[in-house]
């Protein structure tokens, strides 16, 4: 079973930067493609970005230009670095496939506030 355990969250001023880490237990994640989500209190879980096997990436409107998914095979691990952030950003960040979804991990938490 595939564990996915994100990092890297914490409490940012709006304006500021975060880099979110996804490490994944197998190398299962080399071969699919994987997305980071979040989910904002009261709000639907949301996909924001996704990275192909090979690196192709997408982003929601909401976070293009400022927010960028790369992923390491070697070492199994996604990541999310985030700039310019705003409060409408502050949500747990989770990362999971982008189809055919692995149990979820615990997430990061992302609090974007003066």
């Known amino acids: 079973q595939v564990q996915l355990v994100e990092s890297g969250g914490g409490l940012v001023q709006p304006g500021g930067s975060l880099r979110l880490s996804c490490a994944a237990s197998?190398?299962?994640?080399?071969?699919?493609?994987m997305g980071w989500y979040r989910q904002a209190p009261g709000k639907q879980r949301e996909l924001v970005a996704t990275?192909?096997?090979?690196?192709?990436?997408n982003y929601v409107d909401s976070v293009k230009g400022r927010f960028t998914i790369s992923r390491d095979n070697a070492k199994n691990t996604l990541y999310l670095q985030m700039n310019s952030l705003k409060p409408d950003d502050t949500a747990v960040y989770y990362c999971?496939?982008?189809?055919?979804?692995?149990?979820w991990g615990q997430g990061t938490q992302v609090t974007v506030s003066s």
């Open positions: 197998r190398t299962i994640f080399r071969t699919i493609a």
């Open positions: 999971n496939a982008q189809t055919n979804l692995l149990p």
């Open positions: 990275s192909s096997s090979g690196g192709t990436t």
